[in-house]
């Protein structure tokens, strides 16, 4: 146990510290090399640095390297491939644009290396009544995993720190659930992405001074999916998730078709007080944004903090779930 | 600010995934063709499989009329 408590602690600090360290030399890297973007939401559009994902990987990279050295198991190496092949398909993406279909399909070559090592088990827990063993099926579900907690993710990066702060908390709920299953490996491994993310946070909050872009989203959504794959938390890491998964469900129901989000019309739109409200457009898609500026404008960081209470209610389910995982009926 | 019916939407999304999961478990897991019908192990598991997945096809039909019931009013503006 003690062993446990000192990787955590180690592990975190190395997260943390590698992300909140290296993203400010990122920034003056990145614009330096005038590879930066327009936040279209800011009073004179002031030009952001992007993509940070660079220093999200190594952060996550570094730390679940420190978990490594403590347990060296197949788990960790098997998140470790995932995230860095994730950040491979981001970068591509955020250096060319590509096509609404290049995401999913290239991350589902990121989930080989979990089934390639056998970091995983076939069996489907679901709370209060037990679980299914479904070992053709579960490589379908591998496959599949990876690409919707990416697009997922990358799909919530609308607005300044959405993305980072959001899956910092659903990476502590995930790591809460996974203490409580006893699963003290891979929860430390949750808490890496959790400490990396909330470090990351720091200059993604609004005002931004840095966009994760596509590599970040996808090292974000893409580790977390492995994470829950590894754990055998897959609905425990859905339910922590569910704010951006009805962001999907919404998006994907009124769209009905999978696009790159560069090609679709903007579900809010700019007043003059720099606050967001909901278009008026019948044919731009319904994100969660959108409806919660429905009622009433709001500013940019007044929607972030109703998406991240929103997080922490979602979380709070997942905990509670984790605590269900031990009951039968 | 319509935040009540999101959280009203994740509660109704987390109830269906643990009735999905109840259902999948207790009445899908359990099925077995084998030895009554005598059929393949392997056409029993797709049989199966084919159940689950019209399971999803039901779990998201009765998620985008959920939506409709608690956004009625958001989706309409």
Redesign the interface.
């Known amino acids: 146990m003690e062993n446990q408590i000192v990787a955590a602690v180690l592990v975190s600090i190395v997260a943390f510290f590698t992300v909140f360290t290296i993203t400010p030399f990122l920034i003056k890297f990145l614009e330096k090399r005038n590879l930066v973007v327009k936040d279209y939401n800011r009073k004179g559009g002031a030009m952001i640095a992007r993509p940070g994902g660079i220093s999200i990987i190594i952060g996550v990279i570094a730390s679940e390297l420190v978990l490594y050295a403590f347990f060296p198991s197949i788990h960790i190496l098997a998140i470790v491939i995932t995230s860095s092949l994730a950040f491979c398909v981001g970068i591509v993406d955020d250096r060319r644009v590509m096509g609404g279909w290049f995401k999913p399909v290239a991350l589902v070559f990121c989930a080989i290396p979990i089934l390639l090592l056998g970091a995983y088990d076939p069996g489907?827990a679901?709370?209060?009544?037990?679980?299914?063993n479904i070992p053709?099926?579960y490589i379908g579900l591998v496959i599949f995993m990876i690409p919707i907690t990416g697009n997922t993710i990358n799909s919530i990066d609308v607005l300044n720190g959405i993305a980072s702060g959001f899956t910092s908390i659903a990476s502590f709920a995930l790591s809460a659930a996974l203490f409580v299953m006893q699963n003290y490996e891979i929860a430390i491994a949750s808490l890496a992405l959790g400490f990396a993310s909330l470090a990351f946070y720091k200059y993604h909050k609004f005002p931004s001074r840095i966009f994760p872009g596509d590599s970040g989203a996808l090292v974000f959504g893409a580790t977390y999916g492995a994470i829950a794959i590894v754990g055998s938390v897959e609905?425990i890491a859905?339910?922590a998730l569910?704010?951006a998964?009805?962001n999907s469900?919404?998006f994907l129901?009124s769209v009905k078709k999978i696009v790159e989000h560069r090609q679709i019309k903007n579900p809010t739109f700019l007043l003059d007080d720099y606050k967001l409200g909901?278009t008026p457009d019948k044919d731009a898609p319904?994100t969660?944004v959108r409806?919660?500026?429905?009622?009433?404008p709001?500013t940019e960081k007044e929607i972030g903090f109703?998406i991240f209470?929103?997080a922490i209610?979602?979380g709070a389910?997942a905990v509670i779930?984790a605590f269900?995982m031990g009951v039968r009926i | 600010m319509i935040a009540g019916p999101v959280y009203a939407f994740v509660f109704a999304m987390w109830l269906l995934i643990l009735v999905g999961g109840g259902l999948i478990v207790t009445i899908v897991g359990p099925l077995s063709f084998v030895g009554s019908y005598g059929l393949d192990p392997t056409l029993n598991s797709g049989i199966k499989v084919g159940i689950a997945l019209l399971l999803v096809v039901a779990w998201i039909f009765i998620l985008s009329k959920v939506k409709n019931w608690v956004f009625q009013k958001q989706l309409k503006s």
């Open positions: 489907l679901f709370p209060l009544f037990g679980s299914v053709v099926l609905v859905a339910v569910l704010p998964i009805i469900f919404l129901s909901a319904i969660i409806l919660i500026v429905a009622g009433k709001l109703v209470r929103l209610f979602s389910f779930t269900l």
